[in-house]
């Protein structure tokens, strides 16, 4: 089992990583308190202790089935230690190592504002706080700063070029307080054969040696990378409150998705070793004094399987649609467990790969069609008839609207003087299983127009249309309208128009039908685990964030209606011979210029464990996103690999 497999790599990887540390304690206290043991009684007079930091690992993230979505992997920096180098060669060294990792198109860090290149103007807006920590007043000119630093670090002797690349390096060192609790990271990240070079020639390299640590890595670099997001460095405006609580500066953090809003459970415990200085401040002996101990991971309710065949699904379809004509923009897809709120996949196009995010920020950020933008959790659309189970419940609930009664569609609704909106047929005399079936706006403007703005407002309220669904990461509120401003908004407001909701919002809503009315807050996360697996520090059970009186009289006829969507409505074209029986509804929404398609779906009909909700801009037709909930539904139900609740299940193999 996958789960088993990944549990035994990591607690072999801890216990390896634990063991090292041990072993390398124990032998430096034999070597301190043995071999030494003489030497330190004479030189103990005027030996100092001075402490740096072991860092921790960064807790990982899982799926609901254990499977890896980010992980560390080791990899290799070249430090700078305080302890040990030699500042009268510093200049020279840095040099060397700048030209032999240029040659090698390799980068190292340089935080200095000032270009690369000749005449070395500033590169950003500089705060006055650089100019001040640096020495020069406010208005002080690039020249000036490149004037300033070539004396403070005595470069008057090399040329502007090499004393450009010379004075990034200490300028760094500066800014990020090297010291010997805090050694340097002068290279991240680099190739094995750089470390080989570097580790070959480290006896002519006083203090400077290369480090294996361990770096984030996105096994699957498209998977749902608005939900798990990214690490980054530690920014300026952040590190006064991060290095209260034990950050150094090298450190990196969660900057979105789960990876900023867990960054307390999966950033670790730093440890700490000692370093034994003489009076002469040479470093005589060190041991490890505190081991680390590394972040909690994180499972989510993500299911790889089933992102993936949705993700697919979404791509596939809109990119069909438009080779045939169409000018579908993007879309989304979220699927629910109707029982706890538990989010399986979350997928919007376009979207974006990990790997070349930072180097494609700009063009992504500058793309027309918006790929950075969660759609699925903060894209806003009217959802057209999707909202018509809804509506029906309230019409039913409020004794306005019989369930056996028959209402005749008559094409164009002339109740009112002012304001006659048409259906899309002439539907004759229909019933609610029929009026959902077939979506018929008449139907539904008869239906609002009983109930009232007001009261159906409220009803939209209670599924959670128009609020936050409780998501661990920032979902937008959607647009739901105070009260109707005439007779016509509260006949748009009854067919899914006037208002505007997420994805997200709409597979809550959904989720809460298909249960019978406990709305769930939505969650990513299934439960926080030590790093080795093997201690379960807290577990999503599901949150009720309201429970909503729903008769069964109501449920029912809804209910019925929506099988009957599938069977011989509007999304029979997908579903009429299913191996399950689906509820669902389509629905197009007025959108300037080509309308959006939409559909919602909850199975197995008889006793919902799912739910669906799909979004396509400018998709057209309300089932062209029909194959994207069947995709999800086959993810589920047959693939062969179904999310778990309780990992403990899992026996280590």
């Known amino acids: ?303 790889k399987a089933i992102q993936d065949n949705v993700q697919a699904a979404l791509s596939d379809t809109i990119i069909n649609l438009n080779a045939n004509g169409g000018h579908c923009t993007g879309g989304a897809a979220v699927v629910m467990n109707v029982k706890t709120g538990a989010i399986y996949a979350s997928a919007n196009h376009p979207t974006f790969d990990m790997i070349t995010y930072k180097e494609d920020y700009q063009s992504l950020l500058d793309a027309p069609n918006n790929p950075l933008i969660n759609r699925a959790f903060q894209g806003i659309y009217p959802i057209g008839s999707t909202i018509k189970p809804l509506v029906a419940i309230a019409g039913i609930d409020n004794s306005v609207l019989n369930p056996a009664e028959y209402i005749t569609c008559q094409g164009k609704y002339k109740y009112f003087d002012d304001y006659q909106p048409s259906c899309m047929k002439v539907h004759g005399s229909i019933g609610l299983t029929t009026a959902l079936a077939k979506s018929c706006n008449y139907y539904f403007f008869e239906t609002g127009r009983r109930i009232g703005a007001e009261k159906l407002t409220n009803y939209f309220s209670s599924f959670g249309l128009g609020s936050p669904t409780g998501v661990e990461i920032s979902d937008s509120s959607g647009i739901l309208a105070d009260v109707a401003q005439g007779s016509g908004d509260t006949l748009q407001i009854a067919i899914g128009q006037k208002n505007a909701f997420t994805p997200l919002q709409l597979a809550v809503y959904t989720s809460t039908l298909a249960n019978g009315g406990t709305r769930y807050k939505a969650k990513l996360i299934n439960s926080v685990v030590s790093y080795d697996l093997k201690e379960t520090y807290s577990k999503n059970e599901g949150e009720v964030a309201e429970q909503i009186k729903i008769s069964d009289t109501a449920l029912a006829a809804v209910k019925k209606g929506m099988l009957s969507v599938t069977e011989d409505g509007t999304g029979s074209s997908v579903f009429s011979h299913y191996a399950i029986k689906v509820g669902g509804k389509t629905g197009t929404s007025q959108n300037k210029g080509i309308d959006h398609s939409v559909f919602i779906a909850f199975a197995p009909f008889e006793n919902p464990e799912i739910a669906i909700a799909v979004v396509l801009e400018h998709g057209n037709s309300g089932f062209a996103a029909g194959s994207i909930v069947k995709a999800a539904l086959d993810a589920y139900f047959f693939s062969g690999e179904k999310s778990v609740d309780d990992l403990s299940n899992y026996t280590p193999m």
Not at 54 to 75: F, H, M, Q, T, W
């Open 1 to 303: 089992m996958p789960f088993a497999k990944n549990k035994n790599i990591r607690t072999n990887f801890l216990a390896l990583f634990l063991a090292v540390i041990i072993a390398l304690s124990s032998m430096r206290l034999f070597y301190l308190g043995v071999v030494k043991a003489d030497k330190n009684l004479t030189e103990s007079q005027g030996v100092t202790m001075r402490t740096a930091t072991l860092k921790a690992p960064r807790g990982e993230i899982l799926d609901s089935c254990g499977r890896e979505i980010a992980v560390n992997r080791e990899g290799y920096n070249i430090v700078f230690n305080s302890a040990y180098i030699n500042m009268e060669k510093l200049n020279d060294t840095i040099l060397v190592l700048c030209n032999y990792l240029k040659e090698n198109e390799v980068e190292w860090t340089d935080k200095l504002p000032l270009s690369k290149t000749a005449p070395y103007g500033y590169t950003e807006d500089l705060k006055e706080s650089f100019l001040t920590s640096i020495g020069l007043a406010h208005y002080a000119t690039s020249d000036n700063v490149f004037s300033k630093l070539t004396e403070d670090y005595n470069l008057s002797s090399y040329s502007k070029e090499d004393a450009r690349i010379i004075m990034g390096v200490r300028y760094s060192m500066f800014a990020m307080d090297f010291s010997i609790a805090n050694p340097y990271i002068f290279a991240e990240d680099v190739p094995d054969f750089i470390m080989q070079k570097i580790s070959e020639a480290r006896f002519m390299l006083d203090g400077i040696s290369v480090e294996t640590v361990p770096f984030r890595e996105y096994v699957d670099t498209d998977l749902a990378p608005h939900l798990i997001g990214n690490v980054g460095s530690i920014y300026a405006e952040e590190w006064e409150e991060l290095k209260n609580k034990g950050y150094s500066f090298n450190d990196k953090v969660g900057k979105s998705g789960i990876e900023a809003y867990a960054e307390d459970l999966l950033h670790g415990t730093d440890g700490e070793i000692t370093y034994y200085v003489d009076a002469q401040g040479n470093v005589i002996d060190s041991v490890i004094t505190k081991e680390p101990i590394p972040g909690k991971t994180v499972i989510l309710n993500l299911d």
